[in-house]
């Protein structure tokens, strides 16, 4: 049986989103990282089935993350409570379906649904290794999104529900949590005037 393909923003296929506020949110569905392949057990111990699928979550943030400040943190702390809303809905409804579906705390690094395992997980190294974003360390890890700079807070749901599941599931979510699909861009085309 063929694997299918992974839904990731490196491949063109995101699912981009816009929140109620004019902030972006990108979501991307992939295969899991070699690390997470490899240390499954290690990372969330009560998992019996291999991870399928890794939904990776980027919400734009208002300000650039890379210092320790104020307004930064509590910036951090509005996007983490905003992901984990969404991500225990995502998590909940896939789990009414028969899928295995955990998420990660940002902050720890642990699994909210399951028992923590002896090594956390890094939502930073896990954008890196399966989008390629670059990451600059401080005191702490932050990624640089291709269009927000450091304004981007990453965080992660696993599953092991196909893509087209995931995705669906993901969709209907995000607009009861007031994430609206972003309307694509129009390409105008003028054509000259002896080419119509």
Known sequence: ?????????????????????????????????????QNLERVIPD???PVLWVAIVLQQARYQLAESTPHVER????????????????????????????????????????RPGEIRHDDTAVVKALLGFPVTTNQCSVL????????????????SASPRIMKSVLKNVAVLHGWKLAKPAVELSIAAPGNR
């Open 75 to 114: 910036e951090k702390e509005r996007l983490r409570e905003k992901f984990m809303r969404f991500g225990f809905d995502v998590a909940f409804n896939l789990r009414d379906r028969g899928f295995l579906s955990d998420l990660i705390d940002p902050r720890t690094g642990y699994p909210l649904l399951s």
């Open 47 to 49: 998992w019996n089935l």
């Open 1 to 37: 049986m063929a694997n299918p393909q992974p839904v990731s923003v490196r491949h063109g296929l995101p699912i981009h989103l816009v929140a109620d506020n004019g902030q972006e949110v990108q979501i991307s569905v992939n295969r899991p990282s070699l690390f997470m392949v």
């Open 144 to 159: 640089t999104h291709p269009s927000w700079g450091t304004a981007v807070y990453p965080s992660t749901l696993f599953a």
